[in-house]
């Protein structure tokens, strides 16, 4: 039963049509872990047993049938709980919103239902998404599978922990200032922040709105593959929805990257933890011998992106949530109302030059991709740190570690995804993020998947601690 | 101008334990307000972009 609970949608969804494997025995398997393992890893906020197992059984009925399916037909899927889900609490991580139950779905619920999915529940976030550590104060922090003791990274922690630890086959995160990439990096598993604007916002709890990504979580690069295509679209609900056409990105796994040019910014070279520099060089070394072409290429600009990054992130949240600063202040965690109240003492000068900054950052990576097809760097410099007694201290700076290596794709709105590339001493995993222009998620995945077929090959992998 | 003093000119009654970690955020804010080098003229640059033209361009 273990096994089920860690093949992933592209392993599954065969499976599934050829009746082979049942969705109930799936969500079964998943639940009877989320029983066992959930109390200790808090990756959810909300599980829905009843719904799920209900939801498999139609599925499992409409196989029987020779229906049509959906390209997620029966495959669990954990939402995180910033999504607004119709009918089901949707917390956003918040004690304000313990009892709030939304009227609709975001928009991306939506095309999951309708791809067939089976919502296995809510995933725990750092409150309002408003940090990189997934400590919550109000339905406990979620834990990292790898080993308890340590974070699992935010603000999509629940859905990093989840994926990581057999509770979930996909799950859903949001990026604002590395919330997806972060998560992925330490809890071992992949994810994808697309470019800004491709997944509709509409419906999810906003953050930070100029730099909110919406994006897909999971065990391997072909199920973001599947799953981005799925999320993606124009959404006339949204005033941020890109109007592209969105191609099957399935199409760009499975081929060689001889030849494909990696640009190594120097900028992502500073200040990094020794171990996760020698995992990093041996990734490009690994890419170099897949025929790649790794180069160190400069890019002065990115040093404003801690800058950028803070300035926006403060006060378009500290905006967003002004009203409730001002009536229930008591409501919020520390941490957040930390930050949300920083950005609030921020004047005009500071967010135009912020967004003039972000200019200049998306003009110098973009000139950048006219030198080399993707970027390479660390996911975050450091490795994944344990809980510490003073916990508004550690989110607190978490963020100004994790901000220089996440800000600049949040800045500039390209798309980025995270992969694992081995573990430090303490036993945790590392990552690295790859990054390319605007609307060029296929090279990304090309290479991700190049990548995770080399590193699923070499001694640095390691199967998931309860897979073993 | 104290963080406190700050905040009640918005409205907003701060609490105390709050200040110093406020005053943190702050200063790494101020810090990293030094790589905005003159040489990059940010005042040129048009502060608002409602559709990023490189993406327009891919449309």
Request: aromatic share 8%.
């Amino acid at each position: 039963m273990t096994e089920l609970a860690f093949l992933t949608a592209s392993e599954l969804v065969p499976l599934f049509k050829s009746k082979k494997v049942s969705p109930v025995e799936v969500i079964k398997a998943v639940f009877r872990r989320i029983e066992k393992l959930d109390p200790t890893y808090r990756s959810y906020i909300t599980t829905l047993p009843e719904d799920a197992l209900k939801q498999a059984q139609q599925a499992e009925a409409a196989i029987m049938r020779n229906e049509d399916l959906g390209p997620l037909h029966g495959i669990p899927v954990g939402i995180k709980d910033l999504y607004h889900t119709k009918g089901i609490r949707t917390t956003s991580g918040s004690a304000m919103l313990r009892n709030f139950i939304p009227k609709i779905n975001a928009t991306t619920v939506e095309k999951l239902h309708k791809a067939g999915m089976v919502m296995t529940g809510k995933l725990n976030t750092h409150e309002m998404a408003g940090g990189v550590s997934s400590i919550n104060p109000f339905y406990g922090s979620s834990r990292n599978p790898w080993n308890p003791n340590y974070l699992t990274g935010g603000s999509s922690g629940g859905s990093g922990a989840a994926l990581a630890a057999g509770l979930a086959t996909l799950a859903t995160g949001s990026d604002t200032f590395g919330s997806i990439r972060v998560p992925a990096s330490m809890c071992g598993v992949y994810g994808i922040k697309p470019t800004y604007g491709l997944i509709s916002p509409h419906g999810i709890t906003p953050l930070a709105a100029s730099l909110d990504h919406p994006g897909p979580m999971a065990r391997s690069v072909s199920d973001l593959a599947l799953m981005l295509g799925l999320m993606a679209g124009y959404d006339e609900k949204s005033p941020v929805s890109l109007k592209v056409k969105v191609p099957d990105y399935t199409k760009s796994l499975n081929k060689e990257i001889k030849g494909l040019r990696i640009g190594v910014p120097g900028y992502f070279l500073q200040g990094l933890d020794p171990e996760v520099k020698e995992l990093f060089m041996n990734a490009l070394n690994t890419f170099s011998t897949m025929g790649a072409i790794v180069t160190e290429v400069q890019l002065p600009e990115l040093s404003m992106s801690t800058f950028a990054g803070y300035v926006v992130l403060t006060v378009e949240s500290g905006n967003y949530h002004y009203d409730m600063l001002r009536t229930n202040p008591a409501g919020f965690g520390n941490d957040v109302r930390i930050l949300f109240e920083s950005g609030l003492l921020l004047d005009h000068t500071h967010y135009i030059r912020a967004q003039q900054a972000r200019r200049k950052i998306a003009d110098a990576l973009k000139k950048s991709f006219e030198e080399v097809d993707i970027l390479a760097a660390p996911a975050i410099p450091i490795t994944v740190p344990r809980f510490q007694e003073n916990w508004i201290l550690q989110s607190t700076e978490l963020t100004n570690r994790c901000m220089p290596f996440t800000a600049p794709a949040n800045s500039a709105g390209i798309p980025s995804l995270s992969a694992p590339i081995g573990f430090s001493s303490n036993g945790l995993p590392v990552g690295m993020q790859l990054m390319d222009n605007h609307l060029r998620e296929d090279l990304l995945f090309q290479a991700g998947d190049a990548w995770e077929k080399a590193y699923k090959a070499s001694p640095l992998h390691k199967p998931y601690p309860d897979e073993q | 101008m104290s963080v406190k003093y700050a905040l009640y000119c918005k409205g907003i009654t701060p609490f105390d334990a709050d200040l110093p970690y406020i005053e943190y955020v702050l200063k790494t804010i101020q810090h990293a307000q030094r790589a905005l080098a003159p040489e990059y003229e940010l005042y040129k640059e048009v502060p608002f972009v409602v559709v990023d033209k490189g993406v327009l361009k891919d449309d």
